[in-house]
């Protein structure tokens, strides 16, 4: 059997064939069915993992307490009652809710703490999910030092506790969080903005449109990332791309975002030509969808378009359009592994991984 054939077959790398044949939990399911569909064409049955020959997978990491907490930090926003008005969790995006247990209750932040309770439960360790809402607010397992390591979702806390928090091991999900500390697993943005595009460009769109909002004082946003690559590979391509959005800031409630959504899709509709394919960068995505049929566009059949994050896109939305998955449950159970790594080779220099996001096309297996 070469695994050579096999990863060729499937489209992807051998050390991915290597961990899809090992049971690896760092394998979105997509790429585990293309595998075993490339081994299946070839007639390859494999053995179970602990019968092959060569190295095994070992857990070197001597855990004292054999105990990781899950943590969820506080926001800098707003909470969810603005103005009197209740955001919707189904447009929460990876930076939009506070801490508390709100943030487990999203898909996205749901996904995340499934995948890291499976990791865990394979290796023996227990789990702990605990909140930081302010500075009096440190979990006890982590102010009596009764834990081996963190995962952290959300921005850094503030300075009085990063000083305790830095003295134990931790990865922070997704793209918020702090820069100086700690290890990271997180969605290529970038990816997500160079597969909108391909995705337009094999359709035959000569000329597209980008719905992003302002950079931040905060650093770089997970929507940039996305925008900043669509338009480099537009330009790349020499695909005609119009950014909009850029010049506004991201409104603080949902009566905000429906009314920006409103003036996006005017301005949209008012290009000349009008762009074959529309990408949604950040949050908007549903209220862009509502507005273009509130205007008789039909989104998929007059326009192409890429909604977002297939955590956050309201599933009955008609007609359904394309989105991203960017495997939050993966995302999670890596970070675990990543910190087993950390745990057992504690000097070696911060590591950011990053995991492959998936487009999802309407009527299209993924």
């Known amino acids: 059997m070469s695994i050579v054939r096999i990863a060729k077959l499937a489209g992807v790398s051998t050390a991915t064939v290597s961990r899809v044949l090992n049971e690896r939990d760092v394998v979105s399911d997509a790429t585990v069915a293309k595998v075993r569909q490339a081994m299946k064409h070839i007639g390859y049955q494999p053995p179970p993992p602990g019968s092959r020959r060569g190295p095994k997978a070992h857990l070197h990491a001597q855990l004292e307490h054999r105990a990781i907490a899950f943590l969820w930090t506080a926001s800098e926003k707003p909470m969810l009652q603005r103005n009197g008005d209740v955001v919707p969790k189904e447009t929460a995006d990876e930076f939009s809710w506070p801490g508390g247990e709100e943030p487990a209750e999203t ?13 865990l439960r394979k290796h023996r360790i227990a789990l702990t999910v605990d909140y930081l809402y302010h ?8 102010e009596n030092q009764k834990v081996d390591g963190l995962v952290i979702h959300g921005p850094e806390p503030e300075e009085s506790l990063v000083a305790k928090l830095r003295q134990v091991p931790s990865v922070w999900l997704l793209s918020s969080g702090a820069t100086t500390w700690g290890d990271r697993v997180q969605p290529n943005h970038r990816a997500v903005g160079r597969k909108s595009l391909e995705y337009f460009a094999s359709k035959d769109c000569r000329n597209v449109c980008c719905i992003t909002y302002r950079p931040t004082g905060q650093g770089i946003r997970y929507h940039t990332e996305r925008a900043d690559a669509f338009g480099m590979h537009a330009r790349m391509r020499q695909i005609s791309c119009v950014v909009l959005g850029a010049d506004m800031d991201e409104p603080a409630d949902s009566q905000g975002l429906f009314a920006l959504a409103e003036t996006l899709v005017g301005q949209f509709l008012s290009l000349t030509p009008r762009p074959g394919g529309l990408f949604v960068a950040n949050n908007l995505g549903y209220y862009i969808h509502e507005h273009l049929r509130r205007r008789g566009v039909e989104p998929m059949k007059d326009v192409l378009y890429i909604c977002g994050d297939r955590e956050v896109v309201y599933q009955h939305m008609e007609p359904e359009p394309a989105k991203i998955d960017i495997h939050s449950h993966e995302i999670g159970r890596l970070a675990v592994e990543l910190l087993i790594v950390r745990l057992a080779n504690p000097d070696v220099p911060p590591i950011n991984l990053m995991v492959e996001p998936t487009l999802i096309i309407p009527g299209t297996r993924y």
């Open 135 to 142: 500075a009096g607010c440190l979990p006890a397992i982590i």
């Open 107 to 119: 898909l996205t932040g749901h996904a995340l703490l499934q995948g890291a309770a499976a990791a």
